[in-house]
Nanobody
């Protein structure tokens, strides 16, 4: 059974950093495109970043460009989201998701989803 488990969330001060991890199990990880999404209270889920299968191409939402970096380690079945220069508006539950589509995209219509990890940016 395909599973995705996020970790690495927490409370951080503005300007700080966090690294989220998404560990996959139950499927051939290399074949899947992985997306990172977030949802703040009262808001719709939005795409943050993604990384494609095959060529590892990436995409970022304008709001996080230059601050967030996505990467994948296929040997560890893991995708990372390095988040730097965090802002209070980055506060949300962060989800990773998987899909066989290519190249990656930021619409929240991936096939498989993790349970999410909370990120809170506050002083």
């Amino acid at each position: 059974q395909l599973q995705l488990v996020e970790s690495g969330g927490g409370l951080v001060q503005p300007g700080g950093s966090l690294r989220l991890s998404c560990v996959a199990d139950g499927f051939t990880f290399d074949y899947y495109t992985i997306g990172w999404f977030r949802q703040a209270p009262g808001k719709e889920r939005e795409g943050v970043s993604c990384i494609s299968s095959r060529d590892g191409s990436t995409n970022y939402a304008d709001s996080v460009k230059g601050r967030f970096t996505v990467s994948r380690d296929n040997a560890k079945n893991t995708v990372y989201l390095q988040m730097d220069s965090l802002k209070p508006e980055d506060t949300a539950v962060y989800y990773c998701a998987a899909d066989l589509g290519w190249p990656c995209w930021l619409a929240p219509n991936y096939d498989y989803w993790g349970q999410g990890t909370q990120v809170t940016v506050s002083s």
